[in-house]
């Protein structure tokens, strides 16, 4: 499947960062753009960026994924619109840095709904459509702290690693269909996501811009995709060793971990004394 002006694509989470870029990679190529997000002014910006970059039509459709349900409104509005999806683009999340005895029942719900749950409901929504007509791209905007946990991120990890397992389950099961499933996982990357963290009262959250990677990367990579046999994608190198250590000693990045978060929660004690 290639991109162009009748290729329907479904960007969620599409006012900033990896959403926004990717509605703009799709631009380009010509592609009509339903662009979803939960900050109204912010995805009218998106929108009129994107029917400059060349997209054949944009449309958009605010909405708070955080309510049950919102997921399938999203991709039941595009088929209404625009008559069909050929690619979803399951982006929309949120972070946040705490330890799990701080993060309430309802904090994890919200956090689960975001970002995991709409999607799956988007991808439920789809899978009909494409599969009748034998083609279509799904993808999972996960991360690569969905293959390994690390402290004070728990909530968002968790929602991550169900992303990959979901992908890693579609894959097979779509297998022979037409239809791809491809699980993005970018490391740290230069968006809004940090700035939330640094709301966070817990003195762990940081970041270092320089070791970001940008967030036109990942969109460029989903872009070029689009119809390939891909089941998970990683970026960085520096990820890809720490995963495959993980693999191979998991123990020794547990003793890397130790020492990382040692360092850090000696940072925020240093800085709460000051």
Known sequence: MKVS??????????????????????????????????????????????????AARVETFPCDLAEPGAGRRVVEEVLRRLGRLDIL????????????RDYTPEQMARIWQVNYQS????????LPGMLARGAGHI???????????????????VTKFAQVALGEALYFELAGTGVRVTVICPGTTQTEFFDALERVPSGLAS?????????????????????????????????????????????????GIGWHLKRRLARAASAVSF
């Open 5 to 54: 002006a009748e290729t329907v694509v479904l960007v969620t989470g599409a006012s900033s960062g990896i959403g926004r870029e990717t509605a703009l990679a799709f631009a380009c190529r010509g592609a009509p753009l339903f662009l979803s997000a939960r900050r109204t002014d912010r995805l009218a910006q998106a929108a009129g960026e994107c029917r400059a970059a060349g």
């Open 119 to 126: 999607g799956y409901e988007s991808i439920h929504a789809v």
């Open 207 to 255: 970041r270092d811009v320089k070791s970001m990677q940008s967030p036109r990367v990942v969109a460029e990579t989903i872009a070029r995709t689009v119809g390939k046999r891909r089941r998970e994608i990683h970026f960085t190198a520096s990820a890809k060793a720490a995963l495959l250590a993980n693999r191979a000693v998991p123990w020794l990045v547990d003793i």
């Open 139 to 157: 993808f999972l905007v996960a991360s690569v702290i969905g293959r390994r946990s690390i402290p004070y991120t728990a909530a968002y990890c």
């Open 89 to 100: 683009v399951a982006n929309a999340g949120y972070g946040n840095s705490a330890p799990v």
